[in-house]
């Protein structure tokens, strides 16, 4: 079974700063997929930015952008100039053939 | 497209009632999917389906699970006889091939099942 473990609960940046979320996942598969998702208060979970395993260059969407280790077995999420509405839970998500595996999730608070 | 759609948003009933969940997934997704989460954690798999066909079960998908999805169209999931611990949010998920091989999965709202 493939493991994703995000290692901060709790996050916290002023509106307008940068934050970075970390994930790293178990795997000995070679071909897959990383998601992050975030899901704010009461509401669906939504897809952020997702990356393929087998391209070198990190995915990058908008304000969103990650940084792959592929040997490190590393995911991170950096969130540029935060907005209010950032404030959710991000999950980051590993999909081998077809179910996600998900992480435990970071709350990110973005403080006014 | 409306994206994926749950019904009922929420549910309440007494341990060791039957209920059944409905999820409508995007039109043309061929894939869909099931997922448990409770209060502060990630999802976690259920099983899903490519078309009609349910292709795999977690181990989480005890014998009082069930799911079908009928024509290959919505899916429903049904717990019998409910227990305290079935309580989390049930969610929905659809996919179709994307570029790559992606399988980009949407969610839909999610089912809240409270067992009193």
């Known amino acids: 079974a493939q493991t994703v473990t995000q290692s901060q609960p709790e996050m916290s940046v002023q509106e307008a700063e940068t934050v970075t979320l970390s994930c790293t996942y178990d795997?000995?598969?070679?071909?897959?997929?990383l998601f992050w998702y975030k899901q704010p208060p009461s509401r669906q979970m939504i897809l952020v930015i997702r990356?393929?395993?087998?391209?070198?260059q990190n995915a990058t969407e908008n304000r969103f952008s990650v940084n792959f280790q592929k040997a490190a077995k590393s995911f991170s999420l950096k969130i540029s100039d935060s907005q209010l509405g950032d404030t959710a839970m991000y999950f980051c998500a590993f999909r081998d053939d077809y179910k996600l595996s998900f992480g435990a999730g970071t709350t990110v608070t973005v403080r006014a | 497209d409306t994206g994926v759609s749950q019904n009922p948003r929420h549910k309440i009933t007494k341990r060791g009632q039957n209920v059944t969940f409905r999820c409508d997934p995007i039109s043309e997704h061929n894939r869909l999917y099931w997922y448990r989460q409770t209060l502060g954690q990630g999802p976690e798999f259920l099983t899903y389906?490519?078309?009609?066909?349910?292709?795999?079960k977690s181990r989480l998908l005890s014998d009082r699970f069930s799911a079908e999805r009928p024509k290959g169209s919505f899916s429903t999931l049904e717990i019998q006889r409910t227990e305290q611990g079935d309580s989390a949010m049930y969610l929905c998920a659809s996919s179709v091939r994307g570029q790559g091989s992606s399988y980009e999965q949407y969610f839909g709202p999610g089912t809240r099942l409270t067992v009193t």
């Open positions: 990356q393929e395993a087998y391209k070198q």
């Open positions: 389906f490519q078309n009609e066909a349910q292709l795999e």
């Open positions: 795997t000995s598969e070679s071909n897959y997929y």
